[in-house]
């Protein structure tokens, strides 16, 4: 459903920003729509969804906070350019996530 509209960067196929726009809003709504269940299973079972910024998560350092995108020079390593800190991207990302979750909790008292 979302897939791209036929074309190259030579040869523009047809109505391809539009088909860009659709595939955007469809996987908007996708992912809103597991946001919203996820929310719900979480209450129905006593738990609680904490929604977060996740905006440069994967660029801060999860050790000292500095913030660059050359902390990330590939896709799977993460290595801080201010402190020397190195760890698998997605972990380091995962536990600037838990401190945001744990940084919302304490401010809005859980
Ligand atoms: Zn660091």
């Given at each position: 459903m979302s897939k791209s509209a036929k074309g190259s960067i030579e040869k523009k196929g047809k109505n391809v920003k539009a088909k860009s726009g659709l595939n955007k809003s469809i996987l908007d709504q996708g992912l809103s729509m597991l946001v919203d269940?996820?929310?719900?299973?979480?209450?129905?079972?006593?738990?609680?969804?904490?929604?977060?910024?996740?905006?440069?998560?994967?660029?801060?350092c999860s050790s000292c906070g500095h913030v660059a995108k050359e902390n990330r020079l590939t896709q799977t390593k993460f290595e801080c350019v201010e402190c020397g800190f190195s760890e698998n991207a997605d972990i380091n990302a995962s536990r600037n996530i838990l401190a945001a979750g744990h940084t919302v909790l304490s401010v809005e008292g859980g």
């Open positions: 269940m996820l929310e719900y299973k979480q209450l129905w079972r006593g738990g609680l969804l904490v929604k977060i910024d996740l905006r440069y998560t994967s660029q801060t």
